[in-house]
């Protein structure tokens, strides 16, 4: 579906009833065509935490919980925020026999949505630990040139032309939705094998999304094609933490070898 028609940016009324049919898929090809040849953009998840999450148990008593989506990145869809945020609150007044019973609801619905296997954890709500990130912090550098859209010619190697394994990280990560204009803020990982990158020019990179628009999922799959082209690593993951909005925050990965999966995290932001 395209975007255009979806719920984001309009005035809507919160439903009361289970609304199954309110979630609104939006392709992943559209938004890959540039980058469709480097197969692996399709290998990651999309990891979501949902802290508004409520129904009621046989007994009409409400429950609570805070959930942790995994979407596969090889799924032919993304949901939009919103109509998931709707989607889980049509939920609030709905009787399921158990928390199983709720858990394989939201499975099914999800994955009809997708296309794809989606799988829901439930956590008490003061049970998702906040989590320190790890690697080296590259803010602090100072980059020789500065964007405002992404901008792949900022990527350099090193002159030294070192082989290096590292992880590098940056809570400078800001874009915008690009139906709404708002904006989107998170803390970006990156590791990396290959020849040593310049980190300034990586710092320069991530700063240069300060004014583009676009899905979360989207901009993660945008920096992994641009360093695989532009840095040529041997092994690549890139994994943004985005902070909480309308009761979600949203955490694409994408990886070139499966082992470098990383496990999901919370980091304090969120």
Known sequence: MSVEKSLLGKDTNYPTEYQPDILFPISREQAR????????????????????????????????????????ASSPNLIESKSLKLYFNSMNFTKFDSKEAFIATVEKDLSAAAEAEVTIDLFDANDLDIAQ?????????LPERLENHPDSSLLKLDDSNEDVEVQLYSHLLRSNCPVTGQPDWGTVFIRFKGKKPCYR???????????????????VEQMFADIWQNL???????????????????????????TWMPRPIRLARQ
């Not at 990130?133 to 550098?141: A, K, S, V, Y």
């Open 201 to 219: 020019s990586l710092l320069a990179y991530i700063i240069s999304y300060r004014q583009h628009n676009g899905f979360h999922e989207q901009c």
């Open 33 to 72: 065509e540039s980058y469709s040849h480097i197969n692996h953009i399709r290998q990651g998840k999309d990891w979501w935490h949902v802290f508004e999450i409520s129904w009621l148990n046989a007994h009409g008593i409400p429950q609570v919980a805070i959930g942790r989506l995994t979407l596969p």
């Open 133 to 141: 990130p790890e690697g080296i912090c590259i803010d602090n550098l």
């Open 232 to 258: 040529s690593p041997e092994k690549l993951m890139v994994y943004a933490t985005y902070t909480r909005r309308g009761g979600l925050d949203i955490n694409p990965c994408r990886v070139s070898d499966l």
